[in-house]
């Protein structure tokens, strides 16, 4: 097995701006021109959300530790604590009071409530939903809960990309337009992902804490704030938090994925009605992909267990792996292929999946080993120490390239996806940023013509784009096309 | 597999699977409650002997085969709501009329009949302290076991409750997002129904506590008078209203199960014949898209059409095909000639519905030739040589007929005074509430119908983005200006939807059914045009479509999709 000694690191000093014609190009740090290397990205937008342009959440109580307490008469006391803080609250500070048969009573309530928690939990185990902790443990985002960048996603048609930020709202960019709407509101909590809408230029779906919201977002109108009365909010009680979604190739069905659910939901968002597609295995879900071909779909749970299912009949392939879980994973190779990482080993692997076969039983399909294509163990390359524990993969649409972020170590890897004879993982480049920057996130562009562009983001806010160009492919005449020239 | 088969033998096929899976899980449920109710854990064989013997025993299939028997007949009753067309009604009146319609009452004497029979079986065959509703007492005379007088009652309140709330509401059928096997549906509602059975049954309980509190003595008082029994002296405790909740919640479970077989087997997926085998006897797709006649049919070969364009590449090429002998695309125009029917009349009641001034077009007096330009079928092999010079236009001008107008003279004013009056009196007399067409009926009718569109109309551009590869002789070229034409007249009159009042979030919220079939609609009907548009992205400008319509595309589906 290879390792990530046949990597070169950039020189020192230098950052990895491109890579053309399988050559990857760096440069001293001050002056990274990526226009002098290639022009395919030029109109893409220069992203830079710094700390300051965040919006402050409502949700810390930062505010409070400004202000002395001072007595104010026991009912204006209660009724500030119900409306800032809602009526569990009120009847904690009811319990608390002096007189008997107000705290009584309050007490009385809350223990009655408890009671009926703990039933709802019995006839409901998924209510068990514990915090932002849980989606930190299992997303598959760098260091969730701190990082300004939480998540990318390119549109599959257009130049425009939505980020989402930590301060709960997604941010969408468009080449050639300064504008770029705001989405938020205040169901969208603790948002995890974001997926445009195939078939579609304007509709993206975020998942959040306790459900997703498809937004529309009018390119023709200039208002920067979207409101959310022209949004699907798609709600389900136990169905929290989403950690995943993907839309079906044909943009018609949206798939989720949520850590404290044994279900997996199928969405008809405009009808608000959902299939649950439920096995044995797991008790909640983490990750879901749509393959690029769109017949199949990898899910896979918070325990040993994940799944490659058949779009047609919905019936599934078990698999599962030897210890810890599937940490991420990626379709490669046009859908014939997934490539994972589980979370206690370095290694990435990958699976050969089945085609046009009837999925007849597990016994048959675990016959096939997922094959260990590359050891990623944490390695020394001069100055700069790459791999460990894989965070995060992700493969170009057309499963030419895959980028790998790990746990630990701050630089991404790049590698060419090979299949002469068998499936292989050429190493190609190393992506390191600035100082301290940690990515936090990464995606390809969806449509790019000419090769892949590998885009990250790192802990400080930034955008990079790392274009992998193919300039025989670049040349290819462009038609003029009514389509992309009016999306764009 | 593609059946052959006509719609009758479709249906009953269908319909026949639905009511044996409701009769037999009834006895299953029995089963279940006889199981559960002999728990006794320190003794499993006697356990399982005693469940045994109750089940095998001919007092309990004596009891229960009159059961079934009605199980069925509600079946087979409640199965006709199902397939056979609904009506819409339009005015009040209208609908009055239907609801005591002969078959309504039949199926409401039938749910109070399953009511009360449902909770006296399942009181009888456990040997409870109500198993019995007269019970000897005070030496040799009967006396009315209230606590079990109470539930069968409380049996005959609830049939009753639940067909008036929810049998009578929602008749619908709902179409799962995904299509799994069916034992898998069933595995994953299973919960959900009973979650929702307890749920919902717990106020018609209440209800009826509350009655039976305030009537409850007369009730009784009038039964005993009527077979002569006596009091007895204890009475039912407290935990009776427990009993009450349960077997009203084994009551909604048991219809919202049958209600769940009958959306289970009705909704499955049938693989239509594309080609028409032996003329006009089978039934084929494009047939059956514009089945008004069978709602059911209709719904499922949209949904068969859905289906064969994402999935199937050998079902599509039919389509492609052309005859032989002959060469002609039958099969091909023939869909395409109904789904536009199917498309066109949607627009048609749609427009009518909403009653917006639209623009009149003054048609003039004698129409020119209509005469097709080469570009017209540029795409297609041109037979002819092109020359400009060999059409010669004709030029049409002749003013129009002089017209006559009289002055409107008074026999138009009484007229017109005597009308007004009428409508007035129409509107004291409360004519106009009772005949007069309820708002948005029609809207409604043609929301209920939404499916047949999302799913007609992804198809159809399914197939037409699957042709630039897989159509060797162009067939669909042909008629892609017209299909694009009559969609965009669709999203059109669609999006005039959205300026009825009825129908806006802030009048009926979000959960409202039309509310949310209309984005659904429209959703799916932009999507297929933007499908359309993307996949003949190249040769979009080739196409011959109206100034109007191109625009449409370009602003409105590719722009803002």
Not at chain 2, 187 to 195: A, E, M
Request: net charge neutral.
């Amino acid at each position: 097995m290879r390792n990530l000694q046949d990597f070169d690191a950039p020189s020192n000093g230098e950052i990895s701006v491109c890579e053309l014609n399988g050559k990857a190009h760096s440069t001293a740090i001050g002056f990274a021109n990526l226009s002098s290397f290639t022009s395919c990205i030029e109109s893409h937008p220069q992203v830079h959300i710094t700390r300051d342009q965040l919006y402050s959440t409502t949700s810390s109580d930062e505010g409070k530790a400004l202000f002395l307490p001072v007595d104010v008469s026991f009912l204006k006391q209660l009724t500030q604590v119900y409306y800032e803080q809602g009526t569990i609250e009120a009847l904690y500070l009811a319990k608390s009071h002096k007189q008997a048969l107000v705290s009584h009573i309050a007490n009385g309530l809350l223990t009655a409530i408890r009671y009926i928690e703990k039933v709802r939990l019995i006839m409901n185990p998924n209510v068990r939903y514990s915090g932002p902790a849980l989606i930190c443990k299992l997303g598959t985002t760098r260091d969730w809960q701190n990082s300004t960048i939480r998540s990318i996603a390119w549109h599959p048609y257009g130049r425009k990309l939505a980020v989402v930020t930590c301060d709960d709202s997604v941010r969408i960019f468009c080449s050639e337009s300064s504008y770029s709407p705001l989405l938020r509101c205040k169901q969208q909590r603790n948002i995890t992902c974001a997926a445009w809408r195939p078939m579609s230029a304007t509709e993206i779906a975020v998942g959040h804490e306790n459900g997703i919201i498809v937004w529309s977002i009018d390119a023709n109108s200039l208002v920067s704030r979207p409101s959310v009365s022209n949004a699907i909010i798609l709600h389900r009680l136990e169905h929290k938090p989403v950690m995943s979604i993907a839309w079906s190739p044909k943009g018609d069905m949206l798939i989720s994925a949520a850590a404290c659910d044994s279900a997996i939901l199928v969405w008809n968002p405009e009808l608000d009605r959902t299939s649950s597609l439920k096995r044995p295995g797991g008790c909640g879900h983490v990750l879901v992909k749509w393959s690029p071909t769109g017949d199949k779909i990898f899910t896979c749970s918070d325990g040993l267990v994940f799944r490659v299912w058949d779009h047609r009949t919905w019936e599934c392939d078990r698999w599962t792996v030897a210890s810890g879980r599937v940490q991420s994973a990626c379709w490669a190779n046009c859908g014939h292929t997934v490539l994972f990482a589980t979370s206690t080993d370095p290694v990435i692997y990958g699976l050969i999946v089945k085609r046009d076969v009837i999925f007849a039983s597990d016994v048959e399909s675990s016959s096939i080993e997922a094959i260990p294509l590359f050891d990623v163990s944490k390695t020394d390359l001069f100055d700069l120490t790459v791999g460990g524990l894989v965070q995060s993969m992700e493969a170009d649409p057309a499963g030419n390239h895959l980028a790998v972020v790990f746990q630990d170590t701050s630089a991404v890897t790049v590698f060419t996806i090979a299949r002469q004879s068998a499936l292989q993982l050429i190493p190609s480049s190393i992506v390191t940023g600035l100082a301290e920057e940690k990515p936090t996130a990464i995606t390809f562009q969806q449509d790019l013509k000419s090769g892949a562009c590998l885009t990250v983001g790192w802990s400080s806010g930034r955008i990079q784009y790392y274009p992998i160009i193919y300039s025989d492919l670049a040349k290819q005449p462009a038609k003029i096309s009514m389509f992309g020239s009016i999306i764009n | 597999m593609e059946q052959t088969c006509t719609y009758k033998d479709l249906l009953l096929r269908k319909l026949s699977y639905a009511v044996t899976s409701s009769v037999f899980s009834q006895l299953f449920i029995l089963q279940f409650y006889v199981f559960l109710f002999n728990t006794n854990v320190f003794y499993p064989l006697e356990w399982m002997q005693r469940t045994f013997r109750t089940m095998t025993s001919i007092s309990t299939w004596i009891f229960m085969v009159p059961f079934l028997a009605i199980i069925f007949a509600q079946c087979v009753i409640c199965a006709k709501d199902y397939v056979v067309k609904s009506s819409y009604c339009s005015t009040r009146f209208q609908k009055f009329l239907r609801a005591f319609s002969l078959h309504n009452i039949i199926l409401l004497l039938l749910h109070i009949i399953v009511g009360a029979t449902s909770t006296w079986l399942f009181l009888s065959i456990s040997d409870g302290q109500y198993n019995n509703l007269t019970e000897v007492c005070k030496g040799d005379a009967y006396c009315l076991n209230e606590g079990s007088f109470f539930l069968i009652l409380s049996g005959l309140w609830t049939g009753f409750y639940f067909f008036l709330k929810v049998y009578v509401a929602e008749k619908n059928l709902a179409f799962p997002v995904i299509h799994q096997r069916k034992f898998l549906q069933l595995k994953s509602q299973l919960g959900p129904i009973i979650r929702e059975s307890a749920h919902l049954s717990f106020w018609p309980s209440f209800y009826f506590g509350l009655i039976y509190f305030i009537v409850g003595d007369l009730l009784a008082s009038i039964f005993k008078d009527a077979f002569a029994l006596l009091d007895r002296e204890e009475r039912p405790t407290a935990l009776i209203y427990s009993h009450l909740w349960f077997f009203s919640a084994l009551y909604y479970f048991n219809m919202n199960l049958m209600r769940f077989y009958f959306n289970l087997f009705l909704t499955e997926p049938v693989q239509f014949p594309v080609v028409n085998a032996q003329l006009g006897t089978s039934l084929t797709l494009q047939d059956s898209i514009t089945n008004y006649d069978w709602p059911i049919v209709q719904n499922l070969a949209c949904l068969d059409l859905h289906l064969l364009s994402r999935w199937s590449p050998v079902r599509r090429q039919a389509f492609f095909a052309l005859s032989n002998p002959g060469g002609h695309p039958h099969n091909w125009n023939s869909l395409v000639e109904n789904v536009l029917k199917l498309v066109t009349e949607y627009t048609q009641l749609l427009n009518k519905t909403i009653d917006l001034p639209e623009k009149k077009v003054v048609p003039p007096i004698i129409q020119a030739p209509i005469i097709q330009g080469p570009d017209k079928f540029r795409n297609l092999r041109n037979m002819a040589l092109l020359d400009e010079d060999c059409y010669s236009y004709i030029d049409i001008s002749k003013s129009a007929p002089v017209e006559f107008s009289f002055k409107p003279n008074v026999l138009d004013g009484i007229s017109a005074k005597l009308k007004s009056i009428w409508n007035f009196l129409k509107l004291i007399t409360g004519v106009n509430f009772l005949f007069g067409e309820l708002p948005q009926a029609n809207v409604r009718k043609c929301l209920a119908n939404g499916n047949l569109i999302i799913w007609s109309s992804q198809g159809i551009s399914d197939i037409i983005a699957a042709s630039l590869d897989e159509d060797k002789f162009g067939i669909v070229q042909k008629d892609l200006p017209v299909i694009i034409s009559s969609l965009v007249q669709l999203k059109q009159s669609l999006d005039k939807l959205n300026k009825v009042p009825a129908l806006t979030r802030k009048m009926v919220g979000y959960d409202d059914f039309n509310y949310r079939m209309k984005g659904a609609v429209t959703a799916a009907v932009r999507r297929s045009l933007f499908n359309i548009c993307r996949s003949f992205n190249d040769y979009l400008r080739d196409i011959p479509l109206s100034k109007d319509i191109f625009q449409y595309l370009q602003v409105q589906i590719i722009c803002k999709s």
